[in-house]
């Protein structure tokens, strides 16, 4: 009997050895009807890691204060939330909310006018832009190369004894790739499980598919158009899009916004100006501006009943993914 319980205790603990030892466990699957991604780059975990830490670190600003994680917070999907805009260094705002940040590797082109068109150069403009972080990018590599422990990380991540912005952005692009958002109980209900909405979530999905879907497409909830959706009927503090293509048809255009994880990421619109999803809809029912480059869709608003506009708030509350929210392996290391 003796001998039995202690080759028992003796397989356990060597099982627990091997886990502790292959290090942390990824958990970053989609549901198959997940459309192909734009940026498919195999899986390293010691770049993600690496790309990890440099999305938290300070190091990165002008005067180290201030981080990716600043900005894009998990608890919040990644967004800046309850900030309309973002704040950057020496208490420096900008003129757009921080949207939330997961899911990239199937978009085709970043920030809210579309002007980065790679996830790879994306961290680029943070990084460097006067008001966020201010630091010019041979200063951030020279910072690096500076510390012993990022010259060790990048040796273990790209076998590099120099560290050059092409480990940076590598690295960003390996973690930020991977910030994957799939699990909410809409993806569950999608997925057979018809009990994980309610008959009102249920109800309010089918009028998100009549009345919303024309833009905010599933699965990711976006069609990555740029649009104007009647928040203004002039344009004099940001012209939008037409600020990257200076076409007078793309005045006043933004990229349309996934809506997963929506509840979590307060304020809305690309100026953080709507405050709650109960706002949001009351601007599409009552609240349009008409504009020259207003869509189409939109010229009329989207008639809302009040049970619809409760309906469909909580089937947006059933977009959340709370697995991903306290996914420990996107988390400040």
């Known amino acids: 009997m003796f001998r039995s319980v202690l080759a028992v205790l003796i397989v356990v603990f060597f099982i627990a050895c091997e886990k502790e030892s292959a290090g942390p466990q990824y958990n970053f699957e989609v549901p198959a009807y997940f459309p192909v991604k734009y940026y498919n780059a195999p899986f390293n975990a010691k770049q993600f890691e690496l790309g990890r830490k440099l999305f938290y670190d300070p190091i990165l600003s002008e005067n180290n204060t201030i981080s990716c994680g600043s900005c894009h917070q998990q608890s919040g999907a990644f967004a800046h939330i309850d900030h309309r805009v973002s704040h950057g260094i020496n208490g420096l705002v900008g003129t757009r909310n921080a949207p939330p940040m997961?899911?990239?590797?199937?978009?085709?082109?970043?920030?809210?006018?579309?002007?980065?068109?790679?996830?790879?150069?994306?961290?680029?403009?943070?990084?460097?832009?006067?008001?966020?972080?201010?630091?010019?990018?041979?200063?951030?590599?020279?910072?690096?190369?500076?510390?012993?422990?990022?010259?060790?990380?990048?040796?273990?991540?790209?076998?590099?004894?120099?560290?050059?912005?092409?480990?940076?952005?590598?690295?960003?692009?390996?973690?930020?790739?991977?910030?994957?958002?799939?699990?909410?109980?809409?993806?569950?209900?999608?997925?057979?499980?018809?009990?994980?909405?309610?008959?009102?979530?249920?109800?309010?999905?089918?009028?998100?598919?009549?009345?919303?879907?024309?833009?905010?497409?599933?699965?990711?909830?976006?069609?990555?158009?740029?649009?104007?959706?009647?928040?203004?009927?002039?344009?004099?503090?940001?012209?939008?899009?037409?600020?990257?293509?200076?076409?007078?048809?793309?005045?006043?255009?933004?990229?349309?916004?996934?809506?997963?994880?929506?509840?979590?990421?307060?304020?809305?619109?690309?100026?953080?100006?709507?405050?709650?999803?109960?706002?949001?809809?009351?601007?599409?029912?009552?609240g349009i501006k008409q504009s020259p480059t207003l869509d189409p869709a939109l010229q009329n608003g989207i008639a809302l009943s009040p049970i619809e506009k409760a309906n469909i708030l909580a089937f947006l509350n059933a977009l959340t993914d709370d697995d991903f929210v306290n996914n420990p392996a996107y988390a400040e290391p």
């Not at 961290?123 to 510390?147: G, H, K």
């Open 102 to 286: 997961f899911n990239l590797a199937w978009m085709p082109a970043f920030m809210w006018d579309g002007g980065i068109n790679h996830i790879e150069t994306m961290p680029l403009a943070p990084i460097t832009n006067p008001v966020e972080m201010d630091l010019p990018m041979a200063t951030a590599i020279a910072r690096l190369n500076a510390s012993a422990e990022y010259k060790a990380l990048v040796k273990d991540a790209f076998g590099a004894n120099t560290i050059t912005d092409y480990h940076l952005f590598k690295a960003f692009a390996m973690f930020m790739a991977n910030i994957v958002s799939g699990n909410s109980r809409y993806d569950q209900y999608m997925q057979g499980k018809t009990t994980a909405l309610t008959p009102d979530e249920i109800a309010g999905k089918n009028l998100f598919m009549d009345k919303c879907a024309t833009c905010h497409r599933p699965p990711l909830f976006t069609d990555f158009s740029y649009r104007n959706n009647g928040l203004d009927s002039i344009f004099t503090d940001d012209t939008g899009r037409n600020h990257i293509t200076q076409l007078q048809e793309d005045m006043g255009k933004f990229k349309v916004p996934t809506l997963r994880n929506v509840a979590l990421s307060y304020p809305y619109m690309h100026n953080g100006r709507t405050e709650t999803l109960e706002d949001v809809l009351d601007h599409y029912s009552n």
